[in-house]
């Protein structure tokens, strides 16, 4: 059986697992960097993507109810959100009603704050926000999902799906 001298194993900056592998076996750990790049792959790819996520928020987005009530957000990259509010009785939509009221909205990684007049809307945007409570399983398009925690939040956990992503056929 052979044995290995210091000389024999290769220098590199990494102890551990890694060492005792190549004093073993007199081979670098390949794995050891391989699970380094994939790691360092993912942190950096999340990172570039949440940046980007505030670049997509404007657009308009709606909910989708099964009463005759809509909200509407048109987020403008002004950064003024427009909020339309509206009802209808039964078979009556072209005479409904409608409140519009805007607000200053801003974005910091994924997270879009609504600042309204009592208090802060919390939502977050992902590029695939679910269509299954539409009925669309395994589909999914850009939206936004309410995650406010205040009881005085009106949007916490309702789901806003980008119109021009439905209209478009995305999903």
Sequence with gaps: MDTLSDAS???????????????????VCPIFFVRLMIITALVVSSAYSKVFACENIPGTYQTVSESEWA???????????????EEWEPGEYDTRGQSRLSYPW??????????????????????????????FQGKAIPGLVGSCVSSLCQYKDMHFWKLSSLMNGAY
Excluded at 9 to 27: D, E, H, M, Q, T
Aim: net charge positive.
């Design 71 to 85: 909200i509407t957000l048109e987020f403008r990259a002004t950064g003024q959100v427009i909020i339309v509010y």
């Design 106 to 135: 801003s974005c910091a990684d994924d997270i879009v704050k609504i600042q309204r007049t009592d208090v802060t809307e919390v939502m977050q945007y992902s590029d695939l926000t679910s269509l299954a409570s539409l009925g």
């Design 9 to 27: 194993v290769p220098s590199y900056p990494f102890r551990g697992k890694c060492a005792l592998l190549a004093r073993l076996k007199n081979i």
